[in-house]
DNA sequence: TTTGATTTGTTCAAAAATAATCAAAATAAA
DNA sequence: TTTATTTTGATTATTTTTGAACAAATCAAA
């Protein structure tokens, strides 16, 4: 049995139990403890996993893998219907605007497989699609921790330079009387710029936003075109549908 | 019977076992060993297979993607050593770049404390230095699945409105004749840009690349200030330093 | 901290696999 | 048919891989 046979089997191993040790491995691949260290070496030398004192660990345990916590999964059902919606009025070809907001987020794995250009300022949206048919464009400048997002002059700049088909944006509240409210200035300025260079801007938003406003109050009514949501024909939805607003639910 | 017969043969095997061997397939095929070991030899060279000593493996089975995280892994203790020399140049309150490279991503875990603003297109130093001290810039522009980091034009230009203190700075190769080489296009116009805008340029590059030229060279030694490696004092590193080049290690 | 067991690195020799060279056999071309 | 070319197998030298032996390093328990 050759170093690459072996190698093979090793990483099976290593992947599904997370740890080996060299006597383990010796029974297995019929070959003595030495050539299982080794093996072993190179395999570390190669960054294939972590050698420890008589055995291995797999790579992930020890360095973990890249991923971004998301925000809790509130209204969890509700955001994917309206992703589901959202994702639907989107076809191969298009650029798109995706901003910060965790309903936005929760698009991603309804747009994975779509021949699509996705600019966005959302750190975890870039993550979640890096290995997927969609093509990614980072909007740059300050990286806020807190959002896992990028925001300040520089992104406002960066987006101001494209144009895309459409907007996906979400809001922190919004009503027909204040229009649109958000938590942070930051992330109000974004969602201005992408709907101000997006042909059709599309607002991501559960029926817990509706008719509530949020401490700042940034946009009329009219800097959306349409409404994406959960609530089925109320008062409330009635009441933006009159403003001129389009309603998807 | 025939090359292009028993070529079948073998495929029909390597596809349905995944691997071989050199006896085995004698065997199989009644014929002896040198003309399996010729067949495999030339069936190797145009690409159907991988071979090994004593037979042959199918090719997907070593062609496995390496991750960035493995990338890193390698020579970790050579690069450890040489992130910390480099972690120790910057001071609080510098403005440092960072490039994608897999040593200047060690050097995360160096700085976390420090009081400074990195400037990066790696996403995974953007997510190493998310939650720590440092203030990062992230640099916008079309994301490369495969680097985990943004390139193209607008990164280019990112980077050009921003002038840096330090630039930490990973390459491909470097020699004494031939400069800075890379092994994308890609990396090499980040590497010149982030070097043109930092007052310091500091290359950080283990011993296994010095003196060795990748397939695209780009830039001559002088663009780099800075030399931090793990090799001792030796023929290559005094031949850097006769060029000009200062040597950390 | 010391002790004892385990693991590892190193060196070396045996074994296995390969490369290189050359001649015989099979095949194709004149 | 003869001649040239390709393919195959045998032989030998070289390289790679493997396992054993032993000193050094490491770990765990007393």
Redesign the pocket.
Known sequence: ???QS?KQIILKILDEKGDV???ELAQVLE?????V???L?TMAADGLLY?????AMRLSLVNQPISFVQKSAVNAEKKDHICRIAAAQIQDGDVIFMDCGSTVFRMCSFIRDKRIKVITNSLPVVHELLNSAVSVNLIGGEVDPERQAVHGTMATEHVRRYQADKAFLGVGGISVEKGLSAVSEKEAEMTLSMAANAQVTYLLCDSSKLGKDKYLTFAPLSIIDVLVTDEQDSEVIQAFSKAGVQILN
Do not use: A, L, P
Not at 31 to 35: G, L, P, V
């Open positions: 049995m050759s170093y072996r040790d060299v006597k070959t003595s403890e030495i050539t260290r080794r093996d070496g050698r420890t004192h008589g055995g």
